[in-house]
Every structure is written in structure tokens, then in C-alpha cells.
């Protein structure tokens, strides 16, 4: 039976190879007419990885199919969108190159691929070799939008559990999903493109659950790297500059156990800021978010903002504690799911729109 399957296997890989060589259109990942968002790693050969959630690619393509050549180090999720409309959910296993469909069957003129990571780093690296299409197939890039939102997060910046139906259901990489978190909702929202650096379990000293009061390799570490999980090479901040900077850490800090003092939590969050600033500017608005789940953060973000007083672009989110119901508005692990974030994000909404100027337009949160 074994052999058998190692030979339907061989089989399909030299036929999809064959197909792939035979009048096939071959673009590299690094391609100018391929637009990024998000921390990525260009390697010689072409190839584009990255780890952090939420990291996206557009390109208009046509000739009516397109597909990938991909590996990942682990496991990742990702959305496909064609023309700004979910079609699926892909996954990509494994370190061996896999060619993967995107669209197929569509009208020869040009069409919009959005794809976007929308797993954590933690479970996968996932790396871009090639983009194929049918001969006389041609890229085109996507220019970026107006606004730009980056946005420092843990789990619920991850999306941890939003698909999911039930507060009491197990974490499933599956039902994560950070399209449909309140990051994500808000850049939508305000037609904003957005880059986001978070990771589950994660705080500005401390991480969730852990014995010691300082832990290793919290955000504080994280937010300068290329990857998320996958090394520890510098992020030089220069290949975007965000409009708004969003922060929303803390829960992790004070979670059971142990916790960092006020005065420690504090001054890693003021860290942070700065560090924000002079990767920045002075002048790009920060929004400090008090998280919808309220605890000790509430009273040490406020902190924060008062050491801070002579920074005028700085702010602080309006509380809204348990905003979020456990019958209708919670996933895996007692995390918000859809419902859940499209409330967390309607609160954020007005407060992000008198901060930047940018308009509140008579459409849904969604």
C-alpha cells in the first residue's frame, strides 16, 4: 500500500511539473508587480517569507488562472480573495514546494488576488517561490492604499478563536482567523491598509501563564524582528510608515501566577512608545487600547498616558468593559469570535476617527 501511494504520488508531481513547464507564465514572489504588506524576507533566489499574521500580497493578474509554487516551515492558514471576494481558505504544510491553485476558470482580462496569512507565526513560516499563470498571463501591481494602520497586539489581535462558535471549544488553527478580529475590521472599515505584530500569549513583560515575573522573549523583544517565530533578524522600519500606530498588550502581563510590577509594565509600554516614535516620528498618532476584558491594565495604561503627557499625539481608548457576552460573542478559549470583534472594533471606530480626521462613512462594521 505504501509503495503504491508513492507512486500515485510520483505520478501527480511530474504531471503538475510537466504543466508547470509546459507554456506556463512563471513570475518570481519578488516581483515588482506583486505589492506586500507586512514584515517579509526577500531571499536570492526570488523567494518571499514571512511569519507574522496577517501579512497579505495583491496582484492583478490576468489570463483567467494563477497559481503558487509554496512551502511552509510548519502550518499556515491563509484567505483568498478575487476581486475583493472571499472564495477560500488554503493551507500550506510542509517544507516541500507545492503548487497551489488560487483561481481558475476566470475571464482572460484582470482580476484582483489578495492573499493573507491569517495564522500565527508561531505554527508556520510560510515562503512564496513563484507565481504561475497561463501563457500570456501578466502581473500588475497593486498600488497601496491612502491610510495604513499597524497595529501591536496579542491573541485577540491574532483572531485566536474567531471562527470558532462556543467559548468552552479548544483552540483549533483552523478557527483562527485574523480577518475577521477587530484589526482587520477596522483597516476595512476605513479602507486602510494595515500591518500587524502580534502573537497569542504575548505581553510587553510578562507572558501569559508564566512562572517568572519577567519573562523571555515577550512583544517587548518581538517588535523589532523580521519574524515573528522563525529568527531574530532586525526589522529596519523602513518599509512602510503607518498613519495610526494602535497598541493592545496587557491582558497577557497581569494574567495568573505572577505579574510584573505597575512600575515594570509601565515602563516597558513607555519602551515601546518610544521606540515607535523614533522608528516614526513624533508626530504619528499612537492609540493605547484598554482592552474590552478590563483588569489590572486599565489602571496601568492611564499610567502610561500621564508620564507621557508632553507627547500630544498620543492616546487613549474609551473603556468599554464586557462589551462581549459569553453566549453570543465568544470563541475558543473565551476569546471573541466574529460577533465579538465587530463590537470590540464599533467602539474603537469613532475614537480612531477623531484622532486621524478620517471620515465615519454610513457603511456596516463588518
Not at 162 to 172: G, H, I, T, V
Not at 184 to 191: E, K, P, S, T, V
Not at 236 to 258: A, R
Request: aromatic share 10%; charged share 20%.
Amino acid at each position: 500500500m505504501k509503495k503504491l501511494s508513492l507512486l500515485i504520488y510520483l505520478f501527480w508531481a511530474t504531471i503538475l511539473s510537466a504543466n508547470v513547464a509546459e507554456a506556463k507564465v512563471i513570475a518570481k514572489a519578488s516581483s515588482n508587480d506583486v505589492t506586500y504588506m507586512g514584515r517579509t524576507q526577500i531571499a536570492a533566489d526570488g523567494s518571499v517569507s514571512y511569519d507574522w499574521v496577517g501579512v497579505y500580497l495583491q496582484t492583478d493578474f490576468s489570463g483567467g488562472d494563477i497559481a503558487i509554487l509554496a512551502s511552509d516551515a510548519g502550518t499556515s492558514y491563509h484567505n483568498v480573495f478575487i476581486d475583493g471576494k472571499w472564495m477560500r481558505k488554503i493551507k500550506i504544510s510542509g517544507k516541500n514546494n507545492q503548487i497551489i491553485s488560487l483561481a481558475t476558470g476566470l475571464s482572460k482580462g484582470f482580476h484582483r488576488l489578495k492573499l493573507q496569512k491569517c495564522t500565527e507565526g508561531e505554527f508556520g513560516c510560510t515562503t512564496i517561490h513563484q507565481f504561475i499563470l497561463v501563457t500570456g498571463g501578466q502581473l500588475k501591481a497593486v498600488p497601496h492604499q491612502s491610510r495604513m494602520i499597524e497595529i501591536y497586539g496579542d491573541s485577540y489581535t491574532c483572531g485566536y478563536g474567531s471562527e470558532s462558535p462556543k467559548a468552552d471549544d479548544p483552540f483549533k488553527l483552523e478557527t483562527e482567523n485574523c480577518n475577521k478580529a477587530y484589526s482587520c475590521i477596522i483597516a476595512r472599515y476605513f479602507d486602510a491598509d494595515y500591518a500587524l505584530i502580534a502573537h497569542s500569549g504575548r505581553g510587553i513583560m510578562h507572558n501569559w501563564g508564566d512562572s517568572v515575573r519577567l519573562s523571555a522573549s515577550t512583544m517587548s523583544d518581538r517588535i523589532g524582528q523580521v519574524f515573528d517565530n522563525h529568527g531574530s533578524a532586525a526589522y529596519d522600519f523602513k518599509s512602510y510608515k503607518p498613519d495610526l500606530v494602535m497598541i493592545n498588550l496587557g491582558t497577557n502581563d497581569f494574567s495568573p501566577k505572577v505579574t510584573p510590577t505597575d512600575e515594570e509594565y509601565v515602563n516597558g509600554y513607555i519602551n515601546i512608545i518610544n521606540r515607535i516614535r523614533k522608528a516614526y516620528g513624533t508626530t504619528v498618532p499612537i492609540l493605547c487600547i484598554l482592552p474590552h476584558s478590563g483588569g489590572h491594565t486599565m489602571e496601568c495604561v492611564p499610567q502610561v498616558i500621564k508620564k507621557m503627557d508632553a507627547d500630544k499625539y498620543l492616546f487613549i481608548s474609551n473603556p468599554m468593559e464586557n462589551i462581549v457576552t459569553e453566549k453570543y460573542d465568544m470563541g475558543a478559549s473565551y476569546h471573541p469570535n466574529y460577533s465579538g470583534h465587530c463590537k470590540i472594533a464599533m467602539t474603537l471606530i469613532p475614537r480612531i476617527s477623531a484622532i486621524t480626521g478620517w471620515k465615519l462613512e454610513n457603511k456596516v462594521v463588518k
